[in-house]
Nanobody, 122 residues
Framework: QVQLVESGGGLVQAGGSLRLSCAASGRTFSSYVMGWFRQAPGKEREFVAAIGWSGGSTYYANSVKGRFTISRDNAKNMVYLQMNSLKPEDTAVYYC???????????????WGQGTQVTVSS
């Protein structure tokens, strides 16, 4: 089992950057695929990015490809989401999640953090 806590959200102007962090508990962190999802008001939760166990494989939603970068540090039990060139449509609550295999559907993820708000002003 793993517990996840996100941080790093906030208010930023369009074109700016933010770095989200997700701290994971548990000694088996390196055995989990980690993902980031987001949910805007009135919308369904959507996939943003995922990273494989070793960090060698990464996957992105088309809407963030080229702007966001997911990374992980297994020694520190951390996963990150670097977000550049932010747009107002990136405004959402961002969630960190863990699963056993690469997936883009939220139902495939077993563990979730509480979320961190990202607001991008125009």
């Amino acid at each position: 089992q793993v517990q996840l806590v996100e941080s790093g959200g906030g208010l930023v102007q369009a074109g700016g950057s933010l770095r989200l962090s997700c701290a994971a508990s548990g000694r088996t962190f390196s055995s989990y695929v980690m993902g980031w999802f987001r949910q805007a008001p009135g919308k369904e939760r959507e996939f943003v990015a995922a990273i494989g166990w070793s960090g060698g494989s990464t996957y992105y939603a088309n809407s963030v490809k080229g702007r966001f970068t997911i990374s992980r540090d297994n020694a520190k039990n951390m996963v990150y989401l670097q977000m550049n060139s932010l747009k107002p449509e990136d405004t959402a609550v961002y969630y960190c999640a863990a699963t056993n295999e690469i997936a883009t559907k939220s139902i495939k993820y077993d563990y979730w953090g509480q979320g961190t708000q990202v607001t991008v002003s125009s």
